[in-house]
């Protein structure tokens, strides 16, 4: 079983735009653009020891990871 499958249900989350491929697609690819920025920035913001910065951009992250 791939990563993909493992971590995400496609099936499910096809069901839940309606069927629409072309739609989710679109969605995955903007859920990896932009986990990938925030993740990026919450490890600048680690570096630079602006705990309170991650502390938001992690709870941003969780909360894309959840809604998809």
Do not use: C, Y
């Not at 791939?2 to 903007?30: A, K």
């Not at 932009?34 to 490890?43: A, G, I, V």
């Amino acid at each position: 079983q791939d990563t993909f499958s493992s971590l995400i249900n496609s099936t499910v989350l096809l069901e839940r735009l309606g069927g629409d491929s072309d739609f989710l697609n679109e969605m995955l690819l903007l859920f990896i653009q932009e986990s990938r920025k925030l993740f990026d920035e919450t490890q600048q913001a680690s570096h630079n020891l602006q705990w309170q910065t991650v502390a938001k951009l992690a709870h941003q992250l969780k909360g894309m990871g959840l809604n998809m």
